[in-house]
């Protein structure tokens, strides 16, 4: 159990456009999810934390218009990178932690490689 | 304020060698304390986690780890390396009352044939 999945795996887009990358936790019921980025060969960096029906919270530095996340169920996190620019390009990883008091652990999707041109 | 530090960036060992990572935390509270391992490409695979049980806590793999208070320590172990083992591990501790990750900075583990 505790599975979650992100969609796509991997995307390459032109420079200017928007992406939307979705986290799903299949099995289970996610109070919240977060999203992360990780540069090559260096450590998770939070972006934000999404809780379900209500606005995500995001870390320090990050734009809240450039990444737009929406939690718009208890299995549903959607990261949109918008007017992607070359430097946009990175993994992106998502995490779920279920619907249960007290429980801390985050189960983590594949990630997304975005590529922007 | 809460903080985990990994005392090796790159740790190489032979096939069927023993593996020790080394992680010492920082924290006002009781901690919660995960190790994650994260292969070339891929997302976070949960090994173990502690969270005020046991103190020696035993995950997937073969691997386990000892939570030290005294020592604020909580070093990943296995036994016998085997080349699969071969990834990036993550020690984290989870931040009390907001569930957010801290991490640390890695380490890579090189397993040698």
């Known amino acids: 159990g505790a599975v979650v999945s992100q969609h796509p795996s991997r995307v390459i887009c032109k420079s200017g456009t928007s992406v939307k990358i979705e986290c799903r936790s299949l099995d289970f019921q996610a109070t919240t999810m977060f999203w992360y980025r990780q540069f090559p060969k260096k450590s998770l960096m939070l972006m934000a934390t999404s809780n379900e029906g209500s606005k995500a919270t995001y870390e320090q530095g990050v734009e809240k218009d450039k990444f737009l996340i929406n939690h718009a169920s208890l299995t549903l996190s959607t990261l949109t990178v918008t007017s992607a620019h070359p430097e946009d390009s990175s993994f992106y990883i998502c995490?779920?932690?279920?619907?249960?008091?007290?429980?801390?652990?985050?189960?983590f999707g594949p990630g997304t490689r975005l590529l922007v041109l | 304020a809460q903080s985990v530090t990994q005392l090796d960036s790159h740790v190489s060992v032979s096939e069927g060698t023993p593996v020790l990572l080394r992680c010492n935390y920082s924290?006002?509270?009781?901690?919660?304390l995960f190790w994650y391992v994260q292969h070339p490409n891929k997302g976070l695979q949960l090994l173990l986690k502690?969270?005020?049980?046991?103190?020696l806590v035993k995950g997937i793999n073969g691997f386990e780890a000892e939570f030290k208070k005294s020592e604020t320590s909580f070093h990943l172990t296995k036994p016998s390396a085997h080349m699969s083992d071969a990834a990036e591990y993550y020690c984290v501790v989870s931040s009390s009352g907001t569930y957010k990750y801290i991490f640390g900075t890695g380490t890579r583990l090189k397993v040698l044939a």
């Open positions: 995490s779920a932690r279920r619907r249960k008091t007290g429980e801390e652990t985050q189960y």
């Open positions: 924290s006002s509270y009781s901690p919660s």
């Open positions: 502690y969270t005020s049980a046991a103190t």
